[in-house]
T-cell receptor
């Protein structure tokens, strides 16, 4: 099966500019996640979708970050305006359901989108 | 809330030597535990997981991890490493009650030299 697709792989922007990342999960995976991985840190969950509904966005900086999954398939994460501290790798992952809100879900990750904010 | 500590940011070893990557977690309830591996320029992929049952879990490429509830640990071991095991290894935990997100540690970079 095809993996989780992400684009672009690399993006360099100036602070205060905007950027968008795209993710296409594995076919049939109902749950989609966006993680932020800052250099030297572990991945941090930004937002989790179940089909096209948001399950958890408690750590998403909503003043500048937005994400959508309109048709319950692919998803876009946007940052506007970007700050220097947003430099990170943005990881998209998807999973089938071990249970509706199960912590036992196994995630399949994409290769990530590396953002550098100058 | 749960948390994960990986004390070693980098572990250098020689090929065919044994290795242990340490992981400790903190949680007030029962947990699920995972090790994910990230090879250079690739996404994270599941290495092994503990959900329930036997406390010793194994991967297909020779790694194993043991869930130790009393020490709140889930250390990853391999008796003989290969060059190809060079990667970043992330321990992760989620609670097994209600809705809980997967929380990752900061990662351990395993560097295997000939």
């Amino acid at each position: 099966e095809a993996g989780v697709a992400q684009s672009p792989r690399y993006k360099i922007i100036e602070k205060r500019q905007s950027v968008a990342f795209w993710c296409n999960p594995i076919s049939g995976h109902a749950t989609l996640y966006w993680y932020q991985q800052i250099l030297g840190q572990g991945p941090k969950l930004l937002i989790q979708f179940q089909n096209n509904g948001v399950v958890d966005d408690s750590q998403l900086p909503k003043d500048r970050f937005s994400a959508e999954r309109l048709k319950g398939v692919d998803s876009t994460l946007k940052i506007q305006p970007a700050k220097l501290e947003d430099s990170a790798v943005y990881l998209c992952a998807s999973s089938t359901l071990a249970g509706a809100y199960s912590g036992a879900n196994v995630l399949t990750f994409g290769a990530g989108s590396r953002l550098t904010v100058l | 809330a749960q948390s994960v500590t990986q004390l070693d940011s980098q572990v250098p070893v020689f090929e065919e030597a044994p290795v242990e990557l340490r992981c400790n977690y903190s949680s007030s309830v029962s947990v699920y535990l995972f090790w994910y591996v990230q090879y250079p320029n690739q996404g994270l992929q599941l290495l092994l997981k503990y959900l329930s049952g036997s406390t010793l879990v194994e991967s297909i490429n020779g790694f194993e991890a043991e869930f130790n509830k009393s020490q709140t640990s889930f250390h990853l071991r391999k008796p003989s490493v290969h060059i190809s095991d060079t990667a970043e290894y992330f321990c992760a935990v989620s609670m097994n009650t209600g809705f809980q997100k997967l929380v990752f540690g900061t990662g351990t970079r395993l560097l295997v030299s000939p």
